[in-house]
């Protein structure tokens, strides 16, 4: 398994941005499919964006499309969420995953996670 750590949360004003990273460690970053979900509150799980191995194909949840975009630099084994347009909805604990599907999107798809860092928006 590839080992994940979560940075870059933290508390801003409706409207803000913010760049979360991932940096990853344990086996070869590019063999894998990388993916953020989210979890606010008395809510499940949801996913918001994924990044195929090679960078070239990327895709999100209806909810932050057009606001939010996801990245990857393969030699610094390291996946990136910037966060751009934030409302108080964009409130959850965000988390990294890492994937050995092609195009995954689902949480069962993703076999290593990390553990979380927390975004809140504030109005």
């Known amino acids: 398994q590839v080992q994940l750590v979560e940075s870059g949360g933290g508390l801003v004003q409706a409207g803000g941005s913010l760049r979360l990273s991932c940096a990853a460690s344990?086996?070869?970053?590019?063999?894998?499919?990388m993916g953020w979900f989210r979890q606010a509150p008395g809510k499940e799980r949801e996913f918001v964006a994924a990044i195929t191995w090679s960078g070239y194909s990327t895709y999100y949840a209806d909810s932050v499309k057009g606001r939010f975009t996801i990245s990857r630099d393969n030699a610094k084994n390291t996946v990136y969420l910037q966060m751009n347009n934030l409302n108080p909805e964009d409130t959850a604990v965000y988390y990294c995953?890492?994937?050995?599907?092609?195009?995954?999107?689902?949480?069962?798809?993703?076999?290593?996670w990390g553990q979380g860092t927390q975004v809140t928006v504030s109005s």
């Open positions: 995953a890492a994937s050995s599907s092609l195009f995954p999107k689902t949480s069962a798809d993703f076999g290593s």
């Open positions: 344990g086996r070869t970053f590019s063999d894998y499919a």
